[in-house]
């Protein structure tokens, strides 16, 4: 009688840590998929700051000096930041990476 409840408790232990595994495993699936998402995001808001340093570097294009050339450059490339996190989530999410 005594062996068998400790093989009962023994089998319960054994599910109970892979029940946990499986809850850690999935809690961590969603963490990768966090930090991939905000990788992208990362990834399209550099080409931003990138796009926005080459308008910075002291070149002589005329868009500095008109204040509509500023807010459509700032919206353009806003919008683009946009569009690259979106096509770039579109094609994880497609190739079932996300």
């Keep these: 009688a005594t062996q068998s409840e400790a093989e009962r408790l023994l089998e319960g232990a054994r599910d109970l840590e892979e029940s946990i595994g499986v809850s850690l495993s999935a809690r961590r699936y969603e963490v990768n998929r966090l930090e991939l ?39 353009i490339i806003v919008f683009g930041c ?5 096509s770039v989530m579109r094609y994880v999410r497609q190739k079932r990476i996300l």
């Design 37 to 75: 998402t905000l990788s992208i995001a990362s990834f399209a808001a550099a080409l931003g700051a990138m796009l926005a340093g080459i308008f910075g570097m002291n070149m002589r294009s005329n868009l500095e000096m008109s204040l509509f050339g500023f807010w459509s450059i700032g919206m």
């Design 82 to 86: 946009v569009a690259v996190f979106i």
